[in-house]
């Protein structure tokens, strides 16, 4: 029998940190404790190489049970849709009218952080209301 695998979710950026602060503030992950022997992130970073400096950082959920996330820096800006993204769960258990008023508050609280708002797709058939969104650095995510 196999194990369950664990997983850690990797984003593409031009500044990690600034872009896991903003995720930290999304999904109330948290900035873990910078490594043993500084006393705090800054430190940390003084302690690289300058071409290392900045190159990535990590959220984490304070409660174990998400993923960690990492942010990486990379040379090249997005250029196409991303083929995975987040689906950010706020109208769980919600449905028609409801679910879009819920929906829309954590939207505007996300614009707020810099998010920017694509589109509303409203319930069909088959599926519920979402709210198409991109972060700071242009990668897409959905309010679900």
């Known amino acids: 029998m196999s194990s369950i695998r664990q997983v850690q979710v990797t984003f593409d950026c031009a500044e990690p940190e600034r872009v896991a602060r903003f995720w930290c503030e999304v ?48 040379p090249e800006g997005k250029v196409v849709k991303n083929r995975v ?11 028609g009218e409801e679910r879009l008023a819920a929906l829309e508050v954590e939207c505007e609280r996300l614009i707020a952080l810099g998010a ?16 198409g969104m991109q972060d ?6 959905c309010l679900d």
Do not use: K, M
């Open 27 to 74: 999904l109330g992950y948290a900035v873990p404790a910078p490594p043993e022997g500084f006393e705090t992130w800054a430190d940390y970073e003084r302690s690289l190489p300058p071409e290392r400096q900045g190159a990535g950082f990590v959220a984490v959920d304070p409660t174990g049970v998400g993923p960690r996330l990492y942010f990486q820096r990379v």
């Open 85 to 95: 993204h987040l689906d950010v769960r706020v109208g769980t258990g919600l449905v």
């Open 116 to 131: 920017v708002r694509e589109r509303v797709l409203l319930a069909d058939e088959y599926e519920e209301s979402c709210i």
């Open 136 to 141: 700071i650095e242009g990668n897409e995510f």
